[in-house]
């Protein structure tokens, strides 16, 4: 898994997208969660997906191609971004149509910040997925900023949210990209959805 990974396309229309004839894995978090050091990290290449101290640096739906086998997607990030009004609302309807139209789309990562509270904008997005039938996991992200135990405290909390709406919760994955970690049990995962 991930021994190869590189660049395809960037465009704002899922329409436009490469065809949907690969199996296909989306990841998309609130601005600044850690999304592309994350990408840059599974697929060990470091400038794959562009990582920036600006918040809401990916604009469009990036297309990366893993192993020949299936498509690796940087969706653009929701809440805070320093943009215009109109282009947030542009992002939101980019986002939802892929998402809702794409084909082959097999699994959505939502990435979450693993030091915060549970967030209402995390929660409405997730839930959102949920409602619209969309397969999910969440990767709680920078988990070497803290303990491990505030991590799963902070996982716990989510759970706790969740569990008020949800009968099945999503699988869960603790990650950073700092050290490493998650990547293995991503990369698991990703390769027993492939192969079932």
């Not at 009004?85 to 139209?101: D, G, H, P, Q, T």
């Not at 619209?132 to 505030?150: E, H, R, V, Y």
């Amino acid at each position: 898994m991930f021994e190869n990974a590189s660049f395809v396309i960037s465009n704002t229309d899922h329409n436009l997208c490469p065809k949907p004839d690969k199996p296909e894995f989306a990841f998309i978090g609130r601005s600044n969660v850690g999304k592309s050091s994350l990408i840059n990290m599974l697929t060990q290449k470091k400038n794959l997906a562009k990582t920036s101290g600006r918040p809401g640096k990916t604009q469009l739906i990036n297309h990366f191609i893993v192993d020949d086998q299936w498509y690796l997607v940087d969706l653009p990030g929701y809440g805070y971004a320093k943009t215009s009004k109109s282009n947030r609302v542009a992002w939101s309807i980019m986002i939802e149509k892929y998402l809702l139209e794409r084909e082959n789309l097999q699994m959505v990562f939502v990435l979450i910040d693993s030091r915060l509270e549970p967030q209402k904008i995390d929660i409405e997005f997730v839930t959102w997925l949920g409602e619209s039938g969309i397969p999910l996991g969440l990767i709680f992200t920078k988990a070497d900023k803290q303990s491990m135990n505030k991590t799963q405290q902070s996982i716990a909390r989510f759970r706790k949210v969740m569990k008020q709406t949800w009968e099945e919760l999503p699988v869960m994955f603790v990650s950073s990209s700092e050290t490493g970690l998650g990547r293995e049990e991503i990369a698991e995962y990703i390769h027993a959805v492939l192969t079932t």
